[in-house]
């Protein structure tokens, strides 16, 4: 169990702010709306903040979207994927987003190629939890997720909807611990870079002789196309907002910056100077 009680605060507590404007050829009244502003956590994921920007663009919307219009996000073009962590997505378009992160909110057009639908809040539970069992699965065989009891399902669910950390980290403890015999026997991870797939194989935290894998080891395993680290010439790589050194053991980082879904997610980007 991660006790380091101040780091996981300190990762819970990281916000984005952001700009919201409706798209312009969705405007159905003369005056343009202010933009609406928001300070984001990291952890969440956009569907869960965003009640009060669609009824502050309520009234500059045809009917039609009011009642029908299925809400979702871009980003200089892109749809932006409401079941990644909002600190993924930030961190996957961070070297050409400024802060505030700028974003344009649709009712209309919905990119059934690109998005999957979101019809209400049950759906981001839904998919929260069958990331959590996911990982559970990989850390520890299920074990731990199946021998809790459906109200600390929903004190994990109802503690990360509602950004509280002690209610959440009560449960989500347990679903941490990996000591001794309960080490994880894989770390659940997931590696996003821009225009591709999420890339996810099993990976164990220790050698065949008890030492740590550092997320050097991992990055070779899962990315072996690359040459791990003269990598880091040309590529950043991304945990919660933050660039760790490669010889970080990757347990570590898995009990430390995992998102609420218990995974690590890692950030593959192209460095800013090395575009080309």
Same mark, same amino acid.
């Given at each position: 169990?991660?006790?380091?009680?101040?780091? !996981?605060?300190?990762?819970?507590?990281?916000? *984005?702010?952001?700009?919201?404007? !409706?798209?312009?050829?969705?405007?159905?009244?003369?005056?343009? &709306?202010?933009?609406?502003?928001?300070?984001? &956590?990291?952890?969440?994921?956009?569907?869960?903040?965003?009640?009060?920007?669609? =009824?502050?663009?309520?009234?500059?919307?045809?009917?039609?979207?009011?009642?029908?219009?299925?809400?979702?996000?871009?980003?200089?073009?892109?749809?932006?994927?409401?079941?990644?962590?909002?600190?993924?997505?930030?961190?996957?378009?961070?070297?050409?987003?400024?802060?505030?992160?700028?974003?344009?909110?649709?009712?209309?057009?919905?990119?059934?190629?690109?998005?999957?639908?979101?019809?209400? %809040?049950?759906?981001?539970?839904?998919?929260?939890?069958?990331?959590? %069992?996911?990982?559970?699965?990989? =850390?520890?065989?299920?074990?731990?997720?199946?021998?809790?009891?459906?109200?600390?399902?929903?004190? $994990?669910?109802? +503690?990360?909807?509602?950004?509280?950390?002690?209610?959440?980290?009560?449960?989500?403890?347990?679903?941490?611990?990996?000591?001794?015999?309960?080490?994880?026997?894989?770390?659940?991870?997931? *590696?996003?870079?821009?225009? @591709? $797939?999420?890339?996810?194989?099993?990976?164990?935290?220790?050698?065949?002789?008890?030492? &740590?894998?550092?997320?050097?080891?991992?990055?070779?395993?899962?990315?072996?196309?690359?040459?791990? &680290?003269?990598? $880091? %010439?040309? %590529?950043?790589?991304? *945990?919660? +907002?933050?660039?760790?050194?490669?010889?970080?053991?990757? $347990?570590?980082?898995?009990?430390?910056? @995992?998102?609420?879904?218990?995974?690590?997610? *890692?950030?593959?980007?192209?460095?800013?100077?090395?575009?080309?």
């Amino acid at each position: 169990m991660a006790e380091d009680r101040e780091i !996981l605060r300190e990762v819970w507590e990281g916000r *984005i702010p952001v700009c919201i404007n !409706l798209a312009k050829e969705e405007l159905d009244t003369v005056e343009e &709306p202010d933009p609406y502003y928001l300070l984001v &956590p990291r952890q969440s994921y956009f569907p869960l903040v965003m009640d009060k920007v669609q =009824k502050h663009f309520l009234k500059h919307m045809s009917t039609e979207n009011q009642e029908h219009g299925e809400m979702w996000l871009e980003f200089e073009g892109q749809p932006l994927k409401w079941h990644y962590p909002i600190g993924v997505l930030f961190d996957l378009h961070r070297n050409s987003a400024s802060l505030p992160w700028n974003l344009i909110v649709h009712f209309q057009n919905f990119p059934e190629d690109e998005l999957l639908h979101c019809p209400n %809040k049950e759906a981001v539970e839904a998919h929260f939890m069958a990331t959590v %069992k996911e990982a559970d699965v990989l =850390k520890h065989r299920s074990q731990v997720i199946n021998g809790m009891q459906k109200k600390d399902h929903k004190q $994990l669910w109802t +503690g990360f909807q509602n950004d509280k950390f002690d209610q959440f980290w009560s449960v989500n403890r347990k679903l941490m611990e990996s000591e001794g015999e309960d080490v994880f026997k894989y770390i659940p991870f997931r *590696i996003h870079q821009p225009d @591709s $797939l999420p890339v996810q194989k099993l990976f164990k935290p220790l050698d065949d002789s008890g030492e &740590p894998h550092t997320l050097t080891r991992l990055l070779k395993t899962a990315l072996p196309d690359y040459d791990w &680290p003269d990598e $880091l %010439k040309y %590529k950043d790589v991304i *945990i919660q +907002g933050i660039k760790p050194r490669l010889d970080t053991p990757v $347990l570590w980082l898995s009990e430390h910056l @995992s998102y609420p879904d218990n995974f690590l997610h *890692i950030c593959v980007i192209p460095r800013i100077d090395h575009e080309d």
